[in-house]
């Protein structure tokens, strides 16, 4: 049993999502959107609540192509309509995207990314077809990867921004420098009735609120977050986020001009012809910056939280240098280095996402908990009629392992983690035939 601390005071939150990066922000705002097309009034419309350890939202480095294809078909479209709704050219960057790969002339390695990593095989071009900025040589081989209409493009920071001020217009309530520490289980109605949570900023507080579900979109921290509830659960999240971390550099070049974004963005892999263990890419954003990524980091146990993630800093020298050689720079012309980081991935074995609702009896042994009289009781004590609403969701939830493709797959993550609440199962068949008419687009994104 959660021990009486005080309940937070005018929260309540009949749904809490654990996380607010990209998975987490989707699937509260697409549940948020649901809930509002069914219960169109608000009073008594279930709230949510997004609890998240860190002081802010966090993006997170993330946006590639993706083996779960259905899965961002529906996500491009979804992006394409949140893009056209709110302006998101204006908002966060919203583009289209050109993709190349350079290699050395008789390359016959195995290619990285890989000939089929695009919504179509590779087209032999022209180093002049290379971006203005990128330097070149006749020793290169280059390659389209994909463009328009195929791929667009964002900045995470100001997407996940954006998510977090649509789901505070929907009523949605933010904990941030906070987590939820235990859940007091009612197993006659597979759900919960109650949530501790404790806030470390701008004092240490422990308080409750009322809860019924939880929807765990914590990223690389999802493993640390079901076993500290769960600790009995009989599933564990496999997840190896020690190996999945890189380094990134955000520069901005004095050359560049406004009337640049009238183009696409564009981004270049150099894995094939940098010397040394590491890959890069260099990609454009609007407004003139560039984002230098896929920097290897130095395998390091993962911080117990997001605001402990910091870019390490003997792999900065290494980075530096290879941007000023395969960057169009005048003898004396130099860059800016706005930020860097360093990013983890949540990265699943095998790898590929898990979104789903957890069996109640894999959380642990049934029959030690409350019963649904407690749960009504508490509901009465707490002034939450939660018990009694028809749209109450029950039970809990998982919504990770997406890799790098957090940014890529949020939306459609989201939306599909409301289908599954809605039918209580993932049914895979439905989920292959997403109707979208534009079938292989993607979304590549960088922070």
Known sequence: ?????????????????????????????????????????????????????????????SGEFTETSSLGVLSYCLHEELASKFRGRNRYGFSNLTIYRISPKNFTASPSPANDWGPYPPINKSVANLPKWTSSSDDWTVQ??????????????????????????LGMKFLFNSSVDSLERDDGSEGFTRASNITTKPKEATTTMSCSAAILAAGPWSDRVFS??????????????????????????????PSDDYNSA??????????GPHELDISTFLGGTMYIGG???????????????????????????????????????????????????????????????????????????????????????TGNSMCSKPHVIRGFYINTGHDGDGMTLGPGSGKLMNRVRKTRKFQRSKFDRVECVQARRRLGSRC
């Not at 607010?20 to 959107?33: D, E, K, P, Q, V």
């Not at 020690?242 to 955000?250: D, V």
């Open 1 to 61: 049993m959660i021990p009486d601390i005080g309940e937070h005071p005018g929260l309540r939150g009949d749904t809490i999502t654990l996380g607010a990066g990209a998975i987490g922000l989707s699937t509260a705002y697409y549940l948020a959107l649901a809930l509002k097309e069914t219960v169109p009034h608000f009073i008594s419309r279930p709230s949510i609540v997004v609890v998240e350890p860190s002081h802010n939202v966090c993006p997170g480095a």
């Open 144 to 169: 389209l990867l994909a463009d328009a209409p195929h791929l667009a493009h964002l900045e995470p920071r100001q997407f996940c921004h954006f998510l977090r001020k649509r789901c505070e217009k």
């Open 228 to 257: 500290s509830l769960f600790p009995a659960a009989r599933i564990k999240i496999p997840m190896n986020v020690t190996y999945s971390a890189g380094n990134h550099l955000e520069i901005r070049t004095p050359s560049w001009k």
């Open 266 to 275: 564009d981004q270049v892999f150099l894995n094939h012809i940098i010397q």
């Open 295 to 381: 920097y290897g980091a130095t395998p390091e146990a993962l911080p117990a939280y997001a605001d402990a993630v910091f870019v390490q800093p003997d792999a900065l020298p290494g980075m530096i240098e290879l941007a000023r050689k395969y960057l169009r720079l005048q003898t004396d012309e130099t860059f800016e280095v706005v930020k860097s980081g360093r990013c983890y991935r949540p990265l699943l074995i095998p790898n590929n996402p898990i979104i789903t609702k957890v069996k109640w009896s894999s959380l642990g042994a049934i029959g030690s908990h409350s019963s649904s009289n407690t749960a009504m009781e508490n509901a009465k004590h």
